[in-house]
């Protein structure tokens, strides 16, 4: 038996992942059908999922992680922004050292980068 249909338990095909709306079927999708002629759109529908996603959870780590998975997607520039803006604040409400040295090490020249050098020295 083939799950074709999509609403089968199987994210086989276009209109069946469309119907789940979900990133797991858009993955599924592109892992077996990855040169499909609407496999830029299941890719976009998944970059939007996962960036909103990490913005439910808005964590550092977690927009890290959507950064990770879409290097070039299209919510980069705002989960750029996001992980660095918290991961200072977590360094900054930590008031520890070590974690400016690690903030300073994953943003070496990011907008809060004087500010962690600036709390380490002190």
Known sequence: MVLALGGCGGALNYRGVLA???PAAYRE?????PNHPKANEIRRLLDDADFRAASQIHTSPAYRR?????????????????SERLAY??????????????????????????EAQEKLQR
């Not at 999708?29 to 059908?33: V, Y």
């Not at 959507?66 to 996001?82: C, D, I, K, M, T």
């Not at 050292?97 to 690690?102: A, L």
């Open 29 to 33: 999708f592109l892992f077996r059908n």
């Open 20 to 22: 789940q709306n979900s």
């Open 89 to 114: 604040y977590d360094a900054l409400s930590q008031m520890n050292p070590e974690q400016f040295r690690n903030f300073l090490k994953r943003f070496p020249k990011g907008r809060y980068a004087s």
């Open 66 to 82: 959507y950064l990770e998975q879409h290097p070039s997607g299209h919510n980069v520039r705002q989960a750029a922004f996001w």
